[in-house]
């Protein structure tokens, strides 16, 4: 079992339009992430959870906003997406002072 | 402000040879974590290994061995007798204690050649 599974794990769109990547967790985690990798492979983190509370806001657009309704799930809206919002997006989650483990990425790519 | 550099953008060896990839941090945090990970082609995010400021023994798994060295700031891992499988990204990454914000280093390209 896929112990951070984060759907759809690839997704093409078009500029403008709104877009939701879905994360959930079953290792029990408290604390969940949004990192995003660019087509450098920079990895910087963009948002963090814990218990179901934002405790990380990286400087990200508003036209991002997660939505975490329980603590194993947290899910990423893209409104009004842009050509620079192309990029791997990677769900992750730890429990409180530990490793972090990652999702597999979900590849968005809009054209 | 955090920073992780890893300076080797991209290394290739022939299997079977050992290799080391480096990393350096700086932080002002008296205790933090330390990790890296590896991204295979696949591109999944693999962790391997969390180390923590106040703890300078070195840790060997297998093929995989890291050394940390606080007095220049290091956290470099070697890979002995390496496989083709091992081609992958590796990220050194960095996070406060109690603060669980990593910070990456650009990663490093490591090809191993049959």
């Known amino acids: 079992d896929t112990a951070v599974s984060q759907t759809p794990k690839y997704l093409v769109t078009q500029m403008g339009n709104d877009k939701s990547i879905k994360c959930e967790q079953n290792l029990g985690h408290d604390t969940m992430y949004w990192y995003k990798q660019d087509s450098k492979k920079f990895l910087k983190i963009m948002f963090s959870y814990n218990n179901k509370e934002l405790i990380i806001n990286e400087t990200v657009p508003n036209r991002f906003s997660p939505k975490s309704p329980d603590k194993a799930h947290l899910n990423l809206h893209i409104n009004s997406l842009e050509l620079g919002d192309s990029a791997v997006y990677f769900c992750?989650?730890?429990?409180?002072?530990?490793?972090?483990?990652f999702g597999e990425g979900s590849w968005l790519t809009v054209v | 402000a955090q920073k992780v550099t890893q300076a080797q953008t991209e290394i290739s060896v022939v299997e079977k040879e050992d290799v080391t990839l480096d990393c350096v941090y700086e932080?002002?945090?008296?205790?933090?974590?330390l990790f890296w990970y590896k991204q295979p082609p696949s591109g999944e995010l693999v962790f391997l290994i969390r180390?923590?400021?106040?703890?300078?023994q070195n840790e060997i798994s297998g093929r995989y061995s890291w050394n940390f060295q606080k007095s220049t700031s290091s956290f470099n891992f070697t890979i002995t007798a390496s496989q083709v499988v091992d081609s992958a990204v590796y990220f050194c990454?960095?996070?406060?204690?109690?603060?669980?914000?990593?910070?990456f280093g650009t990663g490093t390209r490591l090809t191993i050649i049959p």
């Open positions: 990454a960095l996070s406060g204690f109690g603060n669980e914000k990593l910070t």
């Open positions: 992750a989650s730890s429990p409180q002072g530990r490793a972090i483990y």
């Open positions: 932080t002002r945090d008296t205790t933090y974590y």
């Open positions: 180390r923590n400021s106040f703890d300078e």
